[in-house]
């Protein structure tokens, strides 16, 4: 049943990054070098024979985990990804975390407007957070980067380049119907590399990674993938419970959303 699953989603998946590609000018993705944008850039790997077809983005704002920047150059090198680099200032903002939020979201917005990219394939499921969960696959965004979440699109692919201003842009999301097991079940069925921090150390591991800043690990024995898959059937803790932002509260996450946060 798990493969079957795994296949119907990888399916749907492949489609969506497929379709996004011969229907918008200029694509590219996010990447944080997290469980979920590693996978998705898996899939895109699968749809185009081995190669990831789409320049890929990394927001840095300087104070990631080394183990996440040496991960960054070792995988962009064996995969060959044409890899963007944006700094982020650090500043007082909206979460209350100067690292992320809208100070990414203003990184984000120069390196679109400098490449001229049209659609932007970000890799959330509606798992995550309940604001999450009012996305569609493909989201418009105005010039601005603001989404209008109370008047979504119908859930279907058509051509929203219509409901756009001339500098508004697509947010793809391929891996919406996924769950935080199913993606760890297909990093293992596909033997996908993934960063060290998620396997355990003295005790600890990170569930979910951001910045140094704003990350914590949890309490974890799990040294391996399927030790994780285990642990996270047998817990009743939120994936995000390690992101310490005031951001993870539902307005203030709504809000940042609204405004382009990922």
């Known amino acids: 049943m798990i493969e079957q699953d795994l296949r119907e989603l990888e399916e749907k998946s492949i489609f969506i990054i497929r379709e996004a590609k011969a229907k918008f000018g200029n694509v590219a993705a996010l990447w944080s070098m997290g469980k979920d944008s590693t996978a998705m850039l898996t899939l895109a790997r699968k749809a185009f024979l081995g190669k990831v077809p789409f320049p890929v983005i990394h927001i840095d704002n300087g104070i990631d985990f ?8 070792e995988l962009a090198k064996k995969w060959k990804l044409d890899l963007i680099v944006a700094e982020s200032e650090i500043k007082p903002e909206i979460s ?10 203003e990184a984000l917005k120069r390196v679109m407007d400098e490449h001229g990219f049209d659609a932007l394939i970000v890799s959330i499921r509606r798992d995550e957070h309940s ?6 696959y493909v989201s418009p965004r105005d010039r601005n980067f603001k989404w209008n ?18 500098k508004g842009h697509l947010r793809i ?18 033997k996908t ?42 817990t009743s ?6 992101r310490e932002q005031d951001k993870e509260r539902q307005y203030v996450m709504e809000k940042l959303r609204s405004l382009g946060y990922m």
Not at 66 to 73: I, M, Q
Not at 96 to 105: D, E, F, I, L, Q
Request: with cysteine; net charge positive.
């Open 237 to 242: 803790v939120e994936e995000r419970s390690g």
């Open 96 to 105: 209350g975390y100067s690292c992320c939020g809208a100070n990414k979201t």
């Open 131 to 136: 604001i999450r969960a009012k996305e569609r």
């Open 149 to 166: 979440y109370k008047e979504q699109p119908a859930e279907v692919w058509n051509d929203y380049s219509s409901k756009l201003d001339s």
């Open 193 to 234: 590399p993934i960063n060290p921090l998620y396997y355990s150390n003295k005790g600890y591991r990170y569930r979910s990674l951001g910045c140094t800043h704003c990350t914590v690990p949890i309490k974890s024995n799990a040294k391996s993938i399927d030790a994780i898959i285990k642990e996270l059937k047998d």
């Open 173 to 190: 999301h391929p891996l919406l119907d996924w769950n935080e097991i199913d993606i760890w079940n297909y990093i293992r069925k596909n």
């Open 66 to 73: 080394p183990e996440t920047y040496a991960f960054r150059e």
